[in-house]
Every structure is written in structure tokens, then in C-alpha cells.
């Protein structure tokens, strides 16, 4: 079964900002204690996990949210031996910054801000702009105050500091699978193929490690974009977080064979790093655009557009699925054909429109009185089929009886002038009464039969064949 990665069910907003504050206060130690002495940390998640949590959970992004992050911040520089000055200053500029970045994302449309829209990256990028240079300029002012050195040096450090965190953890945040997630195309790929886009990745980390140089940063480029052709925007928006930040940290401890010759060298491997990722961004957010595509595109082929249930032939292939395993589990099935009962009238009466808000009532109401695993279809007109597996003769007459009295008593239509009532003519077979051999045709032309006579023998009811 597929479990989701974060909770789906939403907190109360007053626990929510609670939980933000005491996030926000842990991502600011975690900042604080990767801090190099006196100065700014490379790593530095709290404005980022603020952004990604604004603009993922929109209900969590009124003003209460802004005062709860203020004070993890600040109660973290404090229990760390800050100044009130100092940690006041620095974490106006880090919401200032956070802040920037949500108004450029939070309009946008959900599936742009989940990341699967193409657009998705660039949008990303904007806003880890506009962000990291809103916050940058705000904080930059308290280097020759408290840091003892230049403003532009803080501006740069800054601001190539914060793009690196933000395009590196908002991914991560926004693409976080769901509960509501429809489940992940079941695609036959085996192991061999699954992990090869990953073992490429620590195959180029190796290789880099070992040839140096300034060109060894674009090394894993391959490897990114191949685990963003083949994993979804969460997992390779985390492989692009590791693998950057590892990046930064096997130069910082000469691991990376790499040594930047200045200090402006340091702005640019940071911004450099963070523009790697960007490219395998783009790509998964591509490949999960064209997934749901897709996705979409198989689920109109696959489903009658009036009513929802399968169309025809999704039908009759899952019914010769279903067929061949419940007749080798010898329960065999039933299937079962639904014919409207003067349908022409309801359209010749009250017109089309309301022809066809009964056959979509129709079909929910069948729905609701067959079981979840019984498969519906509509096989053309005013006529459907239902594929019972694993029932007996006796069941299956039952659930079509079920089916039938539920047609009968569904509520008269809404719409004014529409039509009252209606009922259903059923004929039905089970595949243990036609011979082991029977196909899904057979079947079928026997429940046709079945309706046939249950049409001539008066209509609303059932005629087992
Ligand atoms: N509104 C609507 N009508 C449809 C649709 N498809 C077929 N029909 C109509 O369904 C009617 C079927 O009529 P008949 O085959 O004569 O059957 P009936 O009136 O239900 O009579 P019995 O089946 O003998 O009870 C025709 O008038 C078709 O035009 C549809 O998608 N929407």
C-alpha cells in the first residue's frame, strides 16, 4: 500500500504554528552549530523550511505564522548567547526574506507550487531570487555593526548562502508526497534499473573525487538528470540537496580536490553549485507534468465521459482478467448486463439534458449497491455491465437484486420538470453454469439473452441466464 511521507490530515492553525515555532527554533540550532565562528552559516534550513511550509500549506500563512517563526528564531540566537540586538536584526532580515519568496509563489496555481508543472523550476528560482536578495539587503547592514567587516561581504556570503538553501529544501518541502497523492504509476521496473540512477550519482562522486579541479562540480550532472528522469520531483529535489550540499562540504574540507584561489571565488562555486540542481529541477518537475498528462489521458481513455464508470473496452479487458483468475480459483464470477426501461421516453419527455442526469444518477446509484471490487462499464447508449468476481450463483443474484432496488429508489431528479423514476432491466450469467471454456463474449451474450427476456417479461427485474 502506498504510505504517504507527511501527515495528511491537517493540524488545528494553533498547534500548526506552534509545531513552526519549535521547527523554526531546531532548524536555527541546526544553522547555529554548522556556523563557522562569528560569521554566517552555509547552512542555513530555517528560511527555507519557512517558505517551503508558507507556500505549501497556504492555511498556515496568516500572521500568527510570521509571529510563531519570529520567535523560534529569536529564541534560538538568545539561548545561544546572542544579543537582543543582534538576533532581533539578523531574523527581521530572515523574514523579510521568507516573506519575499512566498509572494512571489503563493498565487500560483497549486500544481505549479507542487512542482509539476513545467514552469515549477523557474518559478522556484524567482522567488529563491527575490528572497535570498530581500534578505540579503536587510541583514547585510549588521556586518560592520556586529561582524567587524565589510557590508558587501556580508551581502555576497548572504545572498549565495541563502539562494543555495532555498533552491536546494523548498523542492524537498513543496514536492513531499501526500495522502491525497493519487498513487505512483505501477510500473514494472526491475531493481537493477531502479537503483542504477542512483549508484551512477555515487559512481561520478568517486570519480570527481579523484580527478578535482573546477570542472569535477558539473561531474554528477549526468547522474542528477537521469534521477530526475526517473524518480519523482520529492526524491531527486533530495538527491540534488545532498549531493550539493556535499559538494560544498568536500571542498570546505578538501575531500573535493578543489581549492577556490579568492574570496569572490567562494560567491561564485555557491551560486554555480546551486544552478547544477537547477537543471534536474527543471527536468523532474518536467517528467512529473508529463506523468500526470498521462495519467490523465489513460484515465479518459479508460472511462466513459458521461458517467465515469470504465468504457467499454476497459470493460471487457479487466472483465477477461478478472475471468481467467476467478475461474482458476474455481469461485468463478458472474456477470451481469443493465438495461434502462424506457429511456427514449425520459428523453422524448423531458429532453436530452435530462437523459443524461439520469443515466449519470444512474450509474452512481448502480456504484453504491455493487461491491468496491465489482467492475461497472458502460457498454454504449442506456445499456452497462457489471463483472462480479469471486461471487456464487446465489450472491451474485442477490447484488444484482440489490442493484436493481437501488435504481428504483434513487432519489427523483433535482432539476425541476426531470424525470420521477426509473428502473433497470437485468440480465445475468455465471461463468460456473457455462462451461469452463466460456469467454468473456460468451458470457456476455448470455446475459444479453437473460435481458432479453427480463425486457419481455414485464422490465424492472432480474433474469438469471
Ligand atoms: N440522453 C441520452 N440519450 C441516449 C444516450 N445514448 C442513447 N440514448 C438514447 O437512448 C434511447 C434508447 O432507446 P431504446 O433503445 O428504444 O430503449 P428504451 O426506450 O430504453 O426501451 P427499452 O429498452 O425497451 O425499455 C434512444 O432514444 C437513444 O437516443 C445518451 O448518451 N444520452
Known sequence: MYRPFLLHRPLSPPLAWLGLSVLIFAACLVGIFARPIGFLSVFW???ALLLGLLVRYPRLARPPAWVAAA??????????????SMALWLNGANLLGATAGWLVLRRLDERIRRLQRTISALYLLLAALAASAVGALAGCGAAPVYFNSPWTDLLSLWFSTELMNYMLIVPVVLAAPRA????????EVPLIWRVAPVSSLLLAEGVRTVIGGPGMLAFVVPGLLWCALSYSPFVSSLLSLVVCLWTMAGVATGVLNFTPAHASDVFSLRVGVTLLALGPLAVACASAARAEALRR???AVRHDDLTGVLARRALLKQGDRLLVRYQRESTGLAVMMVDVDHFKQVNDQHGHGAGDRLLVSIAQTMA???RPH??????????????????????????????????????PDPVEGGPQRATVSIGLVHSA????????DTLLLAADAALYRAKAEGRNRVMVG
Open 45 to 47: 534550513p530555517a528560511n
Open 71 to 84: 520567535v523560534g528564531y529569536v529564541a534560538a540566537d538568545l539561548v545561544t548567547g546572542s544579543s537582543w
Open 180 to 187: 491525497d497523492d493519487p498513487p505512483p504509476a505501477t510500473q
Open 297 to 299: 489521458l489513460d484515465h
Open 368 to 370: 453504491r449497491a455493487l
Open 374 to 411: 465489482d467492475a461497472l462499464g458502460r457498454m454504449g447508449g442506456e445499456e452497462f455491465a457489471a463483472v462480479l468476481p469471486g461471487v456464487s450463483p446465489t450472491e451474485a443474484q442477490a447484488i444484482a437484486e440489490r442493484v436493481r432496488s437501488a435504481v428504483e429508489q434513487q432519489a
Open 433 to 440: 453454469t457455462m462451461g469452463s471454456d466460456a469467454d468473456m
